[in-house]
């Protein structure tokens, strides 16, 4: 153990609970940050050595950059891209807080676990089973996809109560402001499905422990019936049968993006913001429909040309009373109507 013989006496844990694309859930945030004395985040599989190369990224950063503004952006662009993760790491530098990962594990686990991580990120089985008419294999593949994210998401809790133990002392090591503390609040910064106070509750302790969770709720949609999925099964320990129309409804989503490219719709190069609209559409589109849809249209795909599939999908869909926005400017007022 990192140990270090300070007079820590309790450490309080955070876990905020959030949804890790949000920049509005950090603004909210910054508040708690500000009173933490070490912050956590997400880092899926992070090894033992990758943990301490972040950390000391994090401990040059936090000394270099002090908090001029030319500091902390030159610091954003050194440590991850995206909305997100800057408005994270502003906010992280701007407070000058040590960063020390719960989530650190040994080189054979995370080897272990990559594989399932891999298959799950692996969009293409699914979706050529499925345009090829293999609607059942298709959809045995999402729901692999779901138990491998159920065993992944609990080992990585395990993992992270397991190293809540000794995280403090890592913390003091390296930052001997610490050792003089009595008491540290530990920020774990952590997507909603996670529980990782649960195992940090079962480890024996040097010191007293308390566990606060702060839930923040989604600010915008979720256009992802996998997502659906995963969540049911993960949180909420759903069964196969439980998912049966999530998972045609994430199957026929897919289609309908597949049929949005026979439409004048898309610009040549579209930005994010374009594809973020249809895929609000195509979840929408789908919502009233369920596995027997997503199995009737997979079987009418069966041993059809691939020229010939764009037009067999956005036939099915006109059968069955969708209609397609033709322009973006439609796509729009058809989002904002359906979350009205």
Sequence with gaps: MDEFPGKLRKVTYVIAKHCHTSTSHIKQLEGVISDSHIVSFENALASEEEARDIEANFQELVTATGNSRRGVSAGLKRSGNGNYHNRRTNAIL???????????????????LESLFEFCDDYD???LKYLGGQCSEAMDILWTKAENMKTLTAERDINMGENAVRCPYIAMNLYPELREKEELTYLVLI?????????????????????????????SPSYSYLG????????????????????????????????????????????ENDKDLLEAVGFYLVENMGAGNANELSGRLAG????????????YFIENGVTFPETLNQCRKYVRNRER
């Design 304 to 315: 059809r040309q691939t020229s010939e599939k764009r037009g067999i999908i956005l036939d």
């Design 94 to 112: 701007r407070y000058k807080k040590p960063v020390i990962l719960l989530e650190r594990m040994e080189q054979q686990k995370k080897e272990e």
């Design 228 to 271: 659906e999925v995963y969540s049911a099964v993960v949180m909420e320990g759903a069964s196969k049968s439980d998912c049966q129309d999530d998972m045609g409804r994430n199957l026929l989503h897919f289609a309908v993006q597949v049929a949005h490219t026979k439409l004048p719709l898309m610009p040549s190069k579209p930005s």
């Design 191 to 219: 997507g909603a499905a996670h529980t990782p106070e649960v195992e940090i509750q079962k480890n024996e302790w040097d010191f007293q422990i308390e566990c606060q969770v702060l839930e923040l709720e989604e600010d």
């Design 125 to 127: 089985q699914e979706r």
